[in-house]
């Protein structure tokens, strides 16, 4: 059984988006070391997510989970949809070349995150890691135009839902994310081939978008007919690709976020 959210530290984080909208929202906190910010994915914080927050303690690092919408403990997808539609100053689920409002809130919640290594080295560089999936999974692409974010995964990204070919984020969006990831590390994007949300013509546009120049998204489609990859879909057996996948991901933010002296 993984750890419930009532072991989680518990605050509220309140921030404008650019058009003036103030966004507030519940973090759950748990864990020491570096920061890793998951962004719940439409089933919502459920077994699986609580699971995975987990692993990553387990890992060594501290997991920051904002509560967007719908219950903690359980999934619901139907209803959590509905209210993610009621939630339009925040999430658009349909728009293309432009991110969702929410992601402003994101930005501003992993520039608030204390940084774990100024204790250890003074010099260090504050930074997070983020992991989107889904309908957050667009996000996590987005907040790697926020200087304070060094490592990026997203699992299975699914919006715009209306168009599977377009992308979710401004031409002015992909020029920042292009910089920050030109002085970190590729992104790391992950998918099952028989997805039918997230489908073969998204990593087609996303590698047409940012590897045109050099390789800034790291592709990984993993076998089957599955969608969460890190989540519901997870198996937590040694050699099995989601398995694999998560080893990966664990791998990819020790080594971009844990700053030496």
């Not at 999934?75 to 728009?95: A, H, I, M, P």
């Not at 994101?106 to 080295?121: D, E, F, V």
């Not at 999974?137 to 135009?145: C, D, E, P, T, V």
């Not at 998204?202 to 790291?218: A, D, H, S, V, Y």
Request: overall charge neutral; charged content about 20%; proline content about 5%.
């Amino acid at each position: 059984m993984p750890t419930q959210i009532d072991q989680f530290e518990k605050s509220n984080f309140s921030a404008c988006t650019q058009k003036g909208h103030t966004i507030s929202h519940d973090v759950y906190t748990r864990g020491g070391g570096p920061s890793v910010v998951i962004i719940q994915e439409l089933p919502g914080i459920g077994q699986s997510t609580l699971r995975l927050a987990d692993k990553l303690i387990e890992a060594g690092f501290k997991v920051v989970m904002p509560h967007l919408f719908g219950p903690i403990g359980k999934t619901q997808v139907g209803r959590n949809l509905l209210r993610v539609f009621c939630l339009r100053k925040e999430f658009s689920l349909f728009e293309k070349n432009k991110s969702s409002p929410i992601v402003d809130w994101l930005k501003a919640l992993c520039r608030s995150i204390p940084n774990h290594n100024a204790t250890q080295n003074p010099n260090a560089t504050h930074g997070v890691g983020v992991i989107g999936m889904c309908l957050t999974g667009n996000f996590a692409i987005s907040l790697m135009a926020e200087d304070s974010v060094l490592a990026a995964v997203s699992s299975q990204p699914s919006m715009p839902f209306n168009d599977p070919s377009a992308l979710h984020m401004s031409d002015i969006d992909i020029a920042e994310i292009k910089t920050n990831i030109d002085n970190n590390e590729p992104i790391k994007v992950f998918r099952f081939e028989g997805d039918w949300m997230c489908k073969a013509s998204k990593f087609e546009r996303l590698n047409k978008t940012f590897n045109q120049e050099k390789e800034r998204l790291q592709f990984h489609t993993l076998p089957g007919n599955h969608h969460s990859v890190l989540t519901q879909d997870f198996v937590d057996e040694a050699g099995h690709p989601t398995h694999d996948a998560l080893l990966e991901v664990i791998e990819y933010f020790g080594r971009s976020l844990r700053v030496t002296a």
